[in-house]
Structures are given as structure tokens and as C-alpha cells.
């Protein structure tokens, strides 16, 4: 292709360079900051993770304190962005809600229009891990048509996730501290992922000097899509479906599906682009998924069952095997964010609030590099040549 090579999908390109996160997807290796993502997922809470992933090591108890403390005060949100969720319909998909109010923070908070400013970058992203929390449970409040609930600053971040999600003004609600700590480990497991599609739309649109608002806004409308972070919705909805269809006796006819191409049909939750042996992931989040069954008293779940035997058969199954098609985060994810009593259609909300501050460490880490430049990717045009208008009234 002459001066530029033609790679879509960026099958082979490194798009920039980054200290954040190693990914080996032939040894099935995850890490945030040179720390095993098992070790991460045993030993610390998501606060801890974020700091890790914004600063590059671990926080001392003293740092630790401090960061959590500054999160925690920013959690709440502005009442006339509050005022904002009105105007949607109350059936919206949550994600669409998100994409449109994570957009609209920049109109709140100016200086975050400064992106040449440390401190500034440094407050914005305080701002967008304190209060995503906060703006997806609105999401759901708004949905169900319950009253919003305000954090609550003395629960730690997970906690009061929860308590705005699941409370009600009229009660006391109290945290399932097994549930929370699921919930928290799900968070670090999506907290980054090196430059995945919604990291790199996050990237790309920060490339222009955008504020970091409205990059995380792009950034959740990538995630959306069923390819990225809609899958773990689309693969719960998939184990709904078998269920519905029949459950355990239609696991072959589905895998039969999933394999025939014209079929529309994909096993939703395996595969990907980069791990060809198995994502680390997976197997800490059926470690989670049986945790959670247990703690709710559904051991017996038949989605449980049902993703069991799909993954059993498609494991022994030369078409996977061949194309080295292996589990994903998102094949269990969904089934313990449902045995928390997380709604489907707030799956992805979960993904992107876990996922911001994968964003944010990522775009300050672009905007501090000064080899830095607006992403521009070439083409290769296979349009018309040259040709001439003919004026419309001597058109056919
Ligand atoms: N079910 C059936 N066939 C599949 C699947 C699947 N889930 N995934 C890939 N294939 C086939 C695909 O048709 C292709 O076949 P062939 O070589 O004969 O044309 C081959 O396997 C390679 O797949 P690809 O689509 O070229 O691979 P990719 O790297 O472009 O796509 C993927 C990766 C994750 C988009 C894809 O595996 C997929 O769509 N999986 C289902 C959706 C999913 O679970 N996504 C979550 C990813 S993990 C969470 C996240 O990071 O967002």
C-alpha cells in the first residue's frame, strides 16, 4: 500500500505505547501495573486498584487513606444534572442514559476544559470515579421509577454502590458483605484492559485535546456495543434464551448454531482478540459466580448449569478449538451480576464504571506522553476516480 500499511481491525498495529497494562494472550497472563490480576483480585479493593492504575504503584496505608478519602468526596453529583435524567424516556436502555450524562459533566465542571493543567486532569478524574457509581444507579432509579439515592460517604466505594442501587429512603439497607465484595472483585477484573476498542475511542477522541468528560462519554458508547462490553449482557440473554427454549437438551442445537455463519448466531462470551489460551479472567469470575450462588442459596442455578455444559462441549468442539475460542470475562460475569439482583439491561452500566478509570489512567498517560499527537488513520480508498458533475437537470 505504499506509504501506509493497511491493517483493519489493527490486527498488527501498536497504536502507542503504554506502562499500564501487559496482556500475554498466549499464556493467559493479565497485568495491572506489572501485578498479577489474581493477586490484585485476592489482595486488594477496587480504591486500591485505582490508585495503582492511576500512579503506578501500590498506595502505603497513609496513601491509601487520603485517595479514598478524596474519592469519597466527590461522590455526590450536581442537583441540576440531576434534572437532567428527566428529560429521558423512563424505558431507555441505561447505557444510552450514560453516554449522554457522563457526556454532559463537562458542562458542569469547567476547569476540566484545561486539560494542559495536571491538577486539573487530576480533579476530573477524582470527579469520574467518585460519581459513576452515583450516575449509574441514577440510571436505574430513574428506570424503575424509585426515588434517587444520595451516597452515603461513610460505606466504602462498592458499599455504596450498592446501598444506591438496592436501598430505599424508607429503609435501612444493609451490605451483604460477601455480595460487595463480588461486586468489588468484578470491578478490578474490568478496570483495564490495555487498548481495547472503547480505550482506544477514548484515546482517540483525547488525541484532539477533547475534554476528559466527554472522552469517557465516547468511551461508554463504544463499550456498548455486543462485540465489547454488551456481551456479557447479550451472553446472559443467550443463557435465557437456551433456558426458555428447552435449557440443558438444547446446548447442542445451540452450539450447532453458533458454528453455521450464516446462522446470525455467535456463543456470546467466548472468544477473543487478544487471549488465544484462556482469559484469566474467566476463571476468577466462575471462582466469584460460585461464591455468589452459594451466598444467595442458588448452587443450583440452571444458568449456572446451562453455561457449564456449553462451555464443556464447546471446549471439546474442533471448530473452537481450531480458532483457539475460549471463555471470556463476560460468559459468567453476567450470571453473578444477576444472582446480585442486577438487572440485564444494567450489565454494561457495571462494565463502564469499573472501566473509567482504565480510561482515565490511559488518557492522562497520552496526554502526558510528548510524543503525543492527534490519531489519524489512513485509508485505503477504493471509491470512484475523478470524474465530472453533470448539473441534476441533465441527469437521467
Ligand atoms: N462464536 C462463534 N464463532 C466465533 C466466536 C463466537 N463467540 N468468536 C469468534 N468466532 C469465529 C469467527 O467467526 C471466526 O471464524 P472464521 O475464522 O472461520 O471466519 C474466528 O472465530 C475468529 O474470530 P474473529 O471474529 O475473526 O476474531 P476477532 O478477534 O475479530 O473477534 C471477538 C473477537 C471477541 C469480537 C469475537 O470472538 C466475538 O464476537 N465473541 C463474542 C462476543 C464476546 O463475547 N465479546 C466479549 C469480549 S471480552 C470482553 C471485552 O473485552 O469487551
Known sequence: TGKFTYDPGFLATASCSSKITYIDGDAGVLLYRGYPIEQLATHCDFLEVCYLLLNGELPSPEEKKTFDWTVTRHTMVHEQLARLYQGFRRDSHPMAVMVGVVGALSAFYHDSLDINNPDHRQISAFRLIAKLPTIVAM???????????????????????????????????????????????ILILHADHEQNASTSTVRLAGSSGANPFACIASGIACLWGPAHGGANEAALQMLMDIQKDGGLEKVGEFIKKAKDKNSGVKLMGFGHRVYKNYDPRAKLMQETTREVLAAVGAENDPLLKLAMALEKIALEDEYFVSRKLYPNVDFYSGIVQRALGIPVSMFTCIFSMARTVGWIAQWNEMIS???QKIGRPRQLYQGATKRDVVPIAKRG
Open 139 to 185: 440510571a436505574y432509579k430513574y428506570n424503575m421509577g424509585q426515588p434517587f439515592m444520595y451516597p452515603k460517604n461513610s460505606l466504602g466505594y462498592t458499599d455504596n454502590f450498592m446501598r444506591m442501587m438496592f436501598g430505599v429512603p424508607a429503609e435501612e439497607y444493609e451490605v451483604n458483605p460477601v455480595l460487595s465484595r463480588a461486586l468489588d472483585r
Open 369 to 371: 506522553d510528548p510524543e
